[in-house]
């Protein structure tokens, strides 16, 4: 029993990591209807400007919060030059763009820092946590509350304040919320610092436990895809609730279902997303979109 | 009555289609203003230069006097001026408050005096809400609402502009003939009530004619006629042209 309640915490925490970085993805799909492929290589870009800071010395905390600023600018900057010229032509064109972004990040990581695994500080005690007589791991628990609090403020910031009713207007209708005074080129920049500085959040959670390398976020994106299609592609609630469903049953799964183990996790994502496209392809909180031809 | 809108010489072509040829007419302070002509007579189309959704070909859109058309879109608003959209453009996963909230945006003081704003906004928002009826229904998601309540709500998120100039087009189209009656009540009222002159687009001719100061007639992307009502009801041209079945 104890060992299940450990699983458990521990695919809490993974999910909360998958739920970060679905809800970057979220933020993007919402502002511009597209799935921004690049999510994960900013995410791991940010991670190794965070890394760098600390071997300049920075303490992890101060290098964390510096690095989702840092994170934060370069969204934005990445949209203003990147992306602002094809955000008029069509989706595929600003989807192929997000794949050379993939690529040329993951390029200039390795470039910069190289190819060679690197360890990275965790922020958390590194001995066991015990609650209710159960050894919880430090790390796990403390993701789980760093991403409680990050998706509370970003819940916060959009229920709450005028900049993030206005982005969540110039997502909808960008021609009304013009006309009703709203900057949409500029909050369409801010989604995606938004979502950078989030995505920055996942990485350093995650960096701990699968080590630094350019290649680190790729199978996390593929779970953060699994856990937005699941909670459904438009929905920011969606996106968290798939996060930690996912993280949950593909740690159960992977524990207790011999036959998955370790090696075929990926492939149970993978598994969820095609199910859910199937049956019910609007996910757990997503609406069908009825569209007059 | 000093003009508030003035129009003057607009032209805008869509490639070989000339949508609007040498449109103008004047907008009185104050009044309240039909703007009316068979579908594709290009009413919706002015309403899009004034707002700056569209770049018209040619042509003066004065507001006070400033030119319009040197804006942006996202400027219009600060103009004091708003308007509605024939297709209701709700926010639908926001509640009918937060609808009108989006409509306080340029009014929402940057800086420090920021602090505590969205309480005053909330608090006008809610009476704006009020007054169109709405208050009852403040933080009902406005998906699914009834088609006459979404046009309500869309009013009132133009209403929280406190536009000077309110662009109405086609408010009365899907409403039921009760509804129309008390529309055109509450056009007047809030004309009255937030001081601010309405130019309408609709083809709800009685609607029009009840409510209207002064009517301007568009047919095929020209001004056909420009007057008070009775005027324009006399009118040869525009009784054979538009009001035929009135």
Not at chain 1, 146 to 166: E, M, R
Not at chain 2, 65 to 70: F, H, P
Not at chain 2, 176 to 197: C, N, P, Q, Y
Request: aromatic share 8%; charged share 15%.
């Amino acid at each position: 029993m104890h060992d299940l309640a450990q699983q458990i915490v521990s695919g809490l925490a993974q999910g909360s990591i998958f739920a970060s970085l679905a809800l970057a993805l979220v933020l993007i799909y919402r502002a511009m209807g597209i799935i921004n492929f690049a999510q994960g290589e900013l995410a791991m870009f940010t991670t190794y400007i965070a890394w760098q800071l600390t071997q300049m010395g920075l303490p992890i905390w101060l290098a964390f919060a510096a690095t989702v600023v840092v994170a934060f600018a370069g969204g934005v900057a990445l949209e203003r030059i990147v992306i602002r010229p094809v955000e008029r032509a069509n989706q595929l064109t600003v989807v192929i763009v997000t794949l050379g972004l993939f690529i040329s990040i993951n390029g200039l990581a390795g470039w910069f820092w190289g190819y060679i695994v690197k360890a990275f500080p965790t922020p958390f005690p590194t001995t066991p946590l015990q609650l209710g007589g159960v050894a919880f791991s430090a790390q796990d628990v403390g993701v789980i509350v760093v991403s409680v609090i990050t998706l509370g403020l970003i819940s916060l910031f959009f229920q709450k304040t005028k900049l993030g009713l206005a982005m969540r207007a110039a997502a909808l209708y960008p021609e009304q919320s013009r006309v009703l005074g709203i900057r949409v080129g500029w909050m369409l920049a801010l989604g995606w610092g938004l979502a950078s500085a989030v995505g920055a959040i996942s990485g350093i959670m995650i960096a701990p436990v699968v080590f630094l390398d350019p290649n680190m976020m790729q199978s996390v994106l593929v779970y953060a895809f699994a856990a937005a299609v699941l909670g459904g592609i438009e929905s920011p609630v969606g996106a968290v609730v798939g996060g930690l469903v996912l993280g949950v049953v593909i740690n159960l799964l992977g524990t207790y279902v011999e036959a998955i183990g370790n090696e075929l996790r990926l492939a149970a994502a993978l598994a969820i997303i095609v199910v859910v496209l199937l049956v019910r392809p609007a996910g757990l909180f997503g609406h069908v979109t009825v569209q007059r031809v | 009555m000093p003009a508030l809108l003035t129009v003057r010489n607009l032209t805008i072509r869509f490639g070989g289609i000339t949508a609007l040829n040498d449109v103008s007419f004047d907008v009185a302070e104050g009044h309240i203003t039909g703007l009316i002509g068979p579908n594709g007579a290009g009413k919706t189309t002015c309403f899009n230069c004034i707002t700056r959704l569209y770049q018209p070909t040619s042509g003066e859109v004065l507001f006070k006097g400033e030119d319009l058309l040197r804006c942006v879109p996202q400027q219009i608003a600060g103009k004091r001026i708003a308007r509605t959209f024939q297709n209701v453009a709700l926010f639908d996963h926001m509640s009918v408050l937060e609808n009108a909230l989006v409509g306080y945006h340029t009014r929402f003081p940057g800086g420090l005096a920021a602090w505590g704003a969205e309480t005053a906004a909330t608090r006008e928002a809610m009476d704006v809400l009020d007054r169109l009826g709405l208050a009852g229904i403040a933080n009902r998601p406005a998906h699914g609402l009834p088609f006459g309540l979404r046009k309500n709500v869309e009013l009132a998120r133009a209403l929280m502009v406190r536009p000077e100039l309110l662009l109405l087009d086609e408010p009365a189209a899907g409403l039921s003939h009760d509804e129309v009656s008390a529309l055109g009540d509450t056009i007047k009222r809030i004309a009255r009530d937030f001081s601010t002159t309405v130019l309408m687009v609709e083809h709800h001719m009685a609607l029009v004619m009840r409510i209207s100061d002064h009517i301007v007639v568009l047919a095929s992307g020209k001004t056909l006629a420009d007057g008070p009502p009775d005027a324009v009801r006399a009118n040869p041209a525009v009784i054979e042209a538009y009001l035929g079945a009135v």
